[in-house]
């Protein structure tokens, strides 16, 4: 099985982001190839207090909102956490 980091990372070097779906069923789609529930937590463990590991939604969003478009604000990114039930990834694992 694929671990959805790595795929994620693929999809992103590969400038495939714009295959990658978060859908209302629960599901990360990766064009036709993969799909992974939102909560499935990933490799990716935060720097900061509790360091815990981030859930691949988290991720996603984290990715399509704010490191694709450079002009997203961090206060619209937050809100639209909280609206969509994602945790935000911290400022120190934002690099």
Known sequence: MADPLS???DYVVQ???DQVKLKDDGRV??????SFPKATYTAFK????GGDFY???SVVYFISMVAAHETARIAE???GCKQRGFR???FVDRK
């Open 7 to 9: 795929v994620l990372r």
């Open 15 to 17: 400038q495939k982001l």
């Open 29 to 34: 789609y990766f064009s036709d190839q993969y």
């Open 46 to 49: 935060s720097n900061g207090p």
């Open 55 to 57: 859930d691949l939604g």
């Open 77 to 79: 990114y937050v809100a």
């Open 88 to 90: 935000p990834v911290a």
